[in-house]
């Protein structure tokens, strides 16, 4: 039973999901903002600590379901020491991933995070993957709060 | 046939006759059949429902009330029949207190409006409980912030009743001119006590509206026994289609209450200067209605009245007896709320695994539940629960349905254990 889950839930989503390495407040934080998916109750508060105009390190603190928590995870470990600009635009590749399940012009840090492309087998599951990202431009935009809707 | 089966067969209901009306229910989900366990969000539609809105639409359509023509005299026969079926099926006095609205939610933005704003004054308060679906929560904030009417919540006890003594104390300064409560809470399955709510709400001088959206599909409602003053539902929970729900009302204060939207269908004569209201309800029908959906419901109100109310309860006490020993029975479970008196609406959490995750695996297994706060996040805060998953009964849900679901949870377990 549940063969057929497991391109989502692969071995990889489900360590990121169970036992995040990011899960915390990196020391020095700078900027934090909230997500929250109103229809399920998933909510993520991202931290990070800029340098310049790079990302010097993020952390989360979630409570929501597997998926949205290995996301966070993958999108901690995948910002750290990039560039803002480039940042913006792998949260856009991660979007259209999540929806399309292809990885257009597919480099090292989005191949990190492409297990999550299968989410785009699960409509209703996409919002988990992308709300961490909400969160992430909402903190680098200055603002307090986001949704995923 | 179990003994379960053949009381049912023998008091007349017939499980299996009854899927049989139900064209969806043959559906097989990625190979699997379809064990629909999500009825409380929106119920599946048998036969008679759905030919009677085609062939509305086949043989007799026209707009209502103002044709002069034998299509238009033939539909709003048939709209108007509806009203009739709404008032038989919640024994309300007369035919005329019955007010078509789109659903629950607009149904409940009625009262906030037109009773609330036309009839309410400042200083007074509304009280609605712990265990309100959004529709009768945010429309009374909207009426506290526009008019200085206070909102005041009831508490639920930790089984999940409505706390009697804790709603007693909103009453006693005498203020409150409404209590808003849900006649059965669609996250617990609590039916609460409405004849008890009524009296005493009466007793303070307040008056009294029952949210039935869930109430309604699963026991018989009689307004006038309960001595409610307002009671709202909606169609498409009742088997029926969506876009049609239903406000009752005493007549005097439909009577009284300020109309809540304008324009056609709802007025007597209309100058430049001024317009007057047509009779209740139609004062409170603006512009063309949901001629269609309101047939939908008429034949969705007699297909649960041929089966009748007696045989409904009883199938889904023997399924919600059953559905609580199996879910109780596995580690780690938690079905939220213990009322004494409750119906088939299963919300649950189960440790190490999050209800969205949970919810992706049955329906993996074609089991369709819902997971989140199900419109009601206050309620899930004071349970202390983030999000959890929700199974809910209808007339076609069979106790091997109940099984599957259980087995399956089993199998979720050791998946995220």
């Known amino acids: 039973m549940f063969d057929d889950v497991r391109d989502l839930y692969s071995s990889e989503i489900r360590d990121h999901g169970r036992s995040p390495t990011h899960a915390k407040r990196p020391a020095g934080f700078d900027a934090a903002a909230k997500g929250d998916n109103p229809m399920c109750g998933d909510r993520v508060q991202v931290f990070v600590r800029r340098d310049g105009g790079r990302v010097a390190e993020a952390g989360f603190e979630a409570r929501g379901c597997e998926i949205t928590i290995a996301s966070a995870d993958l999108m901690c470990e995948a910002v750290s020491n990039q560039p803002i600009d480039r940042i913006r635009a792998l949260s856009d590749q991660v979007a259209a991933m999540a929806r399309t399940g292809h990885c257009d012009a597919c480099d090292a840090a989005l191949r990190r995070l492409h297990p999550l492309s299968a989410v785009h087998e699960y409509p209703s599951r996409v919002k988990c993957v992308t709300l961490p990202w909400h969160a992430l431009l909402a903190a680098l935009d200055g603002e307090k709060e986001s949704t995923s809707e | ?417």
């Open chain 2, 1 to 417: 046939m179990n003994m379960m089966t053949k009381n049912l067969v023998e008091s007349g209901f017939d499980v299996q006759r009854i899927r049989d009306d139900f064209p969806i229910l043959s559906q097989q989900i990625r190979g699997k059949p379809l064990v629909f366990l999500d009825s409380a969000a929106s119920a599946q539609k048998p036969r008679p429902v759905i030919d009677a809105m085609v062939n509305a639409m086949e043989t007799q359509y026209a707009n209502v009330h103002r044709g002069l023509h034998w299509m238009s005299e033939r539909t709003t026969d048939a709209y108007e029949g509806t009203r009739d079926a709404v008032a038989r099926l919640i024994n309300a006095p007369s035919r005329d207190e019955i007010v078509f609205t789109k659903n629950t939610t607009e149904a409940i933005n009625l009262v906030a409006y037109s009773y609330g704003r036309g009839i309410m004054r400042p200083g007074q308060a509304v009280v609605i409980s712990e265990m309100e679906h959004h529709a009768n929560l945010v429309p009374w904030q909207m009426l506290r912030d526009a008019c200085g009417i206070e909102l005041r919540v009831a508490p639920v006890t930790d089984a999940g009743e409505l706390d009697m003594v804790g709603l007693e104390a909103l009453l006693v300064d005498r203020k409150v001119g409404l209590v808003a409560i849900t006649h059965m809470s669609n996250v617990l399955g609590t039916v609460v006590p409405a004849v008890r709510v009524a009296a005493l709400a009466h007793e303070y001088g307040a008056k009294v509206l029952f949210d039935g959206s869930q109430a309604v599909v699963h026991r018989a409602v009689d307004v006038q026994a309960i001595d409610a003053d307002f009671y709202v539902f909606t169609g498409h929970k009742l088997y029926g289609p969506t876009g049609i729900g239903v406000l009752w009302a005493r007549r005097e204060l439909l009577e009284a209450m300020p109309p809540f939207m304008g324009g056609g269908d709802m007025i007597g004569t209309v100058t430049f200067e001024r317009s007057t209201w047509a009779e209740v309800p139609h004062k409170f029908e603006a512009g063309t209605p949901a001629i269609i959906e309101a047939i939908g419901l008429k034949a969705a109100i007699e297909y649960v009245e041929a089966i009748g109310f007696d045989a409904i309860t009883a199938h889904e006490g023997r399924l919600t007896d059953h559905a609580l020993a199996r879910l109780s029975a596995i580690p780690g479970l938690r079905v939220l709320g213990a009322a004494q008196d409750r119906g088939g609406v299963f919300s649950f959490t189960m440790q190490g695994a999050h209800a969205h995750d949970i919810a992706t695996l049955l329906d993996r297994q074609g089991i369709a539940v819902r997971a989140g706060n199900h419109c009601a996040e206050p309620l899930s805060r004071r349970l202390g629960v983030d999000s959890s998953a929700r199974a809910s009964t209808g007339i076609y849900t069979t106790e091997a349905e109940i099984d599957v679901l259980a087995d399956t949870l089993l199998r979720v377990r050791e998946f995220f254990t």
